[in-house]
């Protein structure tokens, strides 16, 4: 990928800037009726350019009214373009106004184009030795391409040097005037040969070389290729004026003759003044904040970079905040709508051309075993993308492309191994493409996923999110084209008209932003390797277990559910009894009177709006002293469980798999834990009677049994890893009962001789100082005294000193970079772990102290799925499916003929996935249900 060199001489099309700027944003006015989005659009990309790289050297150069010496050679010469908007022209004098405001050169030459004047300029300052970085969004830019000038595209920041100038067009930069008058520019007018496209000016100037060679050698052309090389030569023969014609027209001037050199081109301070009256009359009322407060070009200088707490010598790396990013709408102006088989064997050539193109579905429901495929959309490049409709309910068979027949043409491509896709949230894509009999293949990137990788806890990972965060661009809601609440259209039923764009800006900015984080993800090896090593191969295999799903037995959950209702009414009249009045537990603000207004019972905690609170920690220290906030927990954890899992699961029965199908999330826990919904597997209690029961609904169908593979005191194992204290690496390498051997370290007691309530006191400890517990924390969950607790937690360090190196280090570790990592790289940010807030603070260092732990044993299961699913593949493998993932448990069905022998690998493979210094111990269990094998 290009580099930009430090502090480069910056050359702006303003020209390009102002028409881009007029059609992507919004019609925006001021109160007076006078027209501003062009200006906005413009200051906006001027003002983001400025902030990121903070040169010191700029020009931005417009066209000049008037013709041309191209005018001049070709009266056609962009003849076909209508006048500019009138609503357009009025905004270039106040937009000139502005920048030179700003302290920006302002240049505008008659006679000549913008281009001219800043190929001139480039080739001046590259002769200086100075560093060019242009920005643009024409192609003809790209011919003034070298080592020492780049170009940058004024909508998405896609940088073109030597390389990708050749990737982008198939030749390189010294031959692009040769390839716009071979092919022509439509948006110029210039003619080019006809019957030339991009692909035969690509292979005639690869196989041949320029006009010159070309015209040398005409006799060769039949020689290469290309579809019409036999005639080609005789058309090039016929066409030579209007290909010279084309080659001047298309050539930027570099030796305009300008009043100012490029040494002169310097930057100067804001006129405040005036941009405060000029942002005043045109409302831009966010800036002109920022003007007054004299922070508009300097307040973000450093946003898009890591603090300076973040960054640890030369391995600083940046980051993106969303405050670094402008609004910046991105063009809709190449996008298509795929509606004849000539379009759609067009874009298959795209796609297969690609070295990795972006892809999306559009269905009529979230349901991947119930959606119906509407259509697919396409990107292949920035701002080029393509919607393929092949189900709306509008459209009849001459208008839209047959949903057979598409698929069965697209199918060799979608499961292509080679063929690399990127998509956002691709699990859902892959899901529903498999009720059409294709197996998506060749997932290599998933735009959520870098994002999370990146930076689990930057905010949420979707993609309107993402686009906001990293673009700058806001996205069409579905909402804003399907309308909201009942009446709520489904895409099938969604005019053509609003539905391809939306559908074609998907994946467009899906690619973008794939263009956008995966660069920042490869300059960390670790944050690479955790993408492409973990959360990638595990898209396919999350997609399995979601589409096998668990059995379910609604007459164990309907019995039980009737079990709850008599149990509920027993507390509700037990707190009405306490209460001495009858209110409604599910009222918070009954809770609140009866509490602490008529009990008066001590506020621990108010409510952001000043209430005091009855949250579940606040009641459950209320319940150490009272009786009523206990029974109070005790109703809405049987409550909770009867709405979410006795009186749901049933309900969630697919009717064609006759299972229940959970939905599993990669990006929503901050330390790369999975998460899971409809229904929400981790919160099923494992340690209360109650979650035992839901859990022997979980059955195995006939002639299966129930595997569950449980890694044993994971986390622990991973601190005396990380920790590498004696104590306790000793104690697994031995096979010890880590609980009871803490509690004979910390109580001085013989191991054979260590009491239940002693062991039960250590594991309150070792599992509480994973979570960074204090001795407050402590006394609470044990009900002893403060000093007691401190007294066990003083004893526990001497005993196990490495523990408290441990945290001491990785609060300093934390605090120094703003991260911290597992033991595969992945990072955790920690913006609090600076805050002057105490609480904050501490709340950040605990977190600091949990994530490595808590992080490489979800990475550590991740690989054991990936292991574990590759295996189960194998044609010799046993008769057995993975059907959930639950905390630090796979849960199989296995025939119960296979069971040994599935029994035996599940654990090797699960144990192996990582090595740490003590071993990895993994549990198996099994039954006719979920409670039995746990």
């Not at 509407?374 to 701002?383: E, K």
């Not at 699961?649 to 599993?664: A, C, D, E, F, K």
């Not at 607790?789 to 001497?798: I, K, N, T, V």
Request: charged fraction near 25%.
């Amino acid at each position: 990928m290009a580099q930009i060199a430090e502090n480069p001489l910056i050359l702006v099309d303003g020209s390009s800037y102002l028409y881009r700027a007029y059609h992507a944003f919004p019609p925006l006015t001021n109160s007076a009726g006078e027209p501003t989005g062009a200006m906005y659009g413009v200051l906006n990309m001027l003002r983001s350019l400025l902030l990121q790289y903070t040169p010191s050297h700029v020009a931005v150069v417009f066209d000049a009214k008037g013709k041309t010496f191209r005018d001049e050679l070709f009266e056609q010469y962009k003849s076909h373009r209508p006048p500019m908007p009138d609503d357009l022209r009025s905004q270039i004098e106040p937009l000139h106004q502005m920048v030179k405001a700003m302290g920006l050169p302002l240049l505008v030459v008659s006679g000549v184009e913008a281009d001219d004047v800043i190929g001139t300029l480039a080739l001046e300052a590259e002769k200086a030795g100075h560093a060019v970085l242009i920005s643009t969004g024409d192609k003809d830019m790209a011919q003034l391409v070298t080592p020492g000038v780049t170009l940058i595209n004024t909508m998405n920041n896609a940088i073109l040097g030597p390389d990708e100038v050749v990737e982008k067009y198939g030749v390189p930069p010294e031959l692009i005037i040769d390839f716009l008058a071979l092919m022509g520019d439509s948006s110029d007018n210039i003619p080019g040969v006809p019957g030339v496209g991009e692909k035969t000016a690509q292979a005639l100037l690869q196989g041949i070389g320029g006009l010159d060679a070309l015209y040398a050698d005409l006799d060769k052309v039949s020689t290469l290729s290309f579809r019409g090389s036999k005639t080609m030569a005789a058309k090039l023969a016929d066409n030579k004026e209007v290909a010279y014609l084309s080659y001047q027209l298309a050539t930027i001037k570099t030796d305009v003759k300008l009043d100012l050199t490029c040494a002169e081109l310097t930057v100067s301070e804001p006129d405040a003044d005036e941009l405060h009256k000029l942002f005043g009359r045109y409302e831009f009322k966010r800036w002109l904040a920022d003007v007054e407060s004299g922070t508009w070009l300097s307040s973000k200088k450093s946003a898009g970079k890591a603090p300076a707490s973040a960054k640890k010598g030369a391995q600083a790396e940046e980051t993106v905040s969303a405050s670094a990013v402008e609004p910046n709408q991105l063009s809709q102006e190449g996008y298509v709508t795929i509606l004849d088989q000539a379009t759609l064997d067009e874009w298959i050539g795209y796609l297969k051309a690609s070295d990795v193109f972006a892809f999306d579905t559009e269905t009529d429901g979230l349901d991947t075993l119930t959606a119906n495929l509407i259509g697919l959309s396409f990107a292949t490049q920035a701002g080029k993308a393509a919607y393929l409709p092949v189900a709306h309910d509008y459209l009849d068979a001459p208008a839209q492309l047959d949903r057979d027949d598409v698929l069965k043409q697209l199918k060799p491509l979608l499961e292509d191994e080679k063929q690399r896709k990127v998509g956002q949230n691709l699990k859902f894509d892959r899901g529903v493409l498999l009720r059409y009999d294709i197996e998506l293949k060749g997932i290599a990137f998933d735009t959520m996923l870098e994002s999370y990788v990146l930076d689990s806890v930057s905010g949420r990972h979707d993609m309107d999110s993402l686009a906001d965060r990293y673009l700058g661009h806001k996205t069409v809601g579905f909402e804003e084209i399907a309308g909201k609440g009942k009446n709520q259209l489904t895409f099938n039923q969604i005019a053509l008209e609003q539905a391809a764009p939306y559908a074609a800006e998907d994946a467009d900015v899906t690619l973008q932003l794939h263009q956008t984080l995966w660069p920042r993800i490869q300059q960390s090896e670790s944050l690479t390797r955790v993408f492409t090593d973990i959360e990638m191969p595990l898209v396919p295999v999350l997609s399995h277990i979601e589409r096998t799903g668990v059995l379910i037995d609604q007459n164990i959950l309907a019995a039980h559910s009737k079990e709850l209702a008599i149990r509920l009414n027993e507390l509700e009249n037990k707190a009405h009894e306490l209460a001495e009045e009858p209110f409604n537990l599910s009222s918070t603000k009954q809770l609140q009177a009866i509490l602490y207004e008529k009990q008066k019972l001590p506020i621990l905690k108010k409510t952001p709006g000043g209430a005091p609170s009855t949250n579940e920690e606040v009641l459950a220290e209320l319940a150490l002293d009272y009786p009523l906030p206990k029974v109070i927990l005790e109703y809405r954890g049987l409550a909770k469980l009867k709405s979410t899992y006795t009186d749901k699961l049933p309900l969630m029965i697919n009717p064609q798999s006759g299972r229940v199908h959970t939905s599993y999330h990669q990006a929503v826990t901050a330390t790369g834990r999975l998460s899971s919904s409809d229904p929400n597997l981790q919160n099923i209690p494992v340690r209360n009677d109650e979650g035992r029961r839901i859990r022997q609904a979980f059955i195995a169908p006939k002639d299966y049994i129930i595997l569950a593979a449980d890694y044993s005191q994971i986390e622990l194992r991973i601190m005396a890893h990380l920790s590498k204290d004696e104590g306790l690496l000793t104690a697994f390498a031995e096979g010890k009962d880590i609980h009871r051997a803490t509690a004979a370290e910390v109580f001085g007691t013989p191991l054979e001789k260590v009491s239940g309530e002693q062991r039960r006191s250590a594991k309150a400890i070792n599992f509480g100082l994973i979570y960074g517990m204090s001795a407050f924390g402590l006394s609470r969950q044990l009900n002893i005294p403060r000093k007691e607790s401190q007294r066990y937690m003083d004893l526990y360090f001497e005993r196990y000193p490495g523990v408290l190196e441990y945290m001491e280090r990785t609060r300093t570790q934390a605090s120094e970079q703003g991260y911290v990592e597992t033991l595969d790289g992945r990072r955790l940010y920690l913006p609090d772990i600076k805050s002057s807030n105490a609480m904050r603070r501490k709340g950040a260092e605990r977190a600091a102290i949990n994530a490595p732990m808590q992080g490489t044993a979800a990475d550590i299961i991740k690989r054991a799925m990936i292991s574990v699913d590759a295996w189960l593949k194998q044609s010799d493998a046993p008769r057995a499916r993975i059907i959930m993932q639950v905390h630090d448990e796979l849960v199989f069905e296995v025939h119960k003929d296979d069971v040994e022998a599935a029994s035996e690998k599940i654990r090797n493979l699960m144990e192996a996935s990582m090595t740490l210094a003590v071993p990895l111990k993994v549990e198996v269990g099994t039954g006719q249900n979920w409670d039995q094998a746990h």
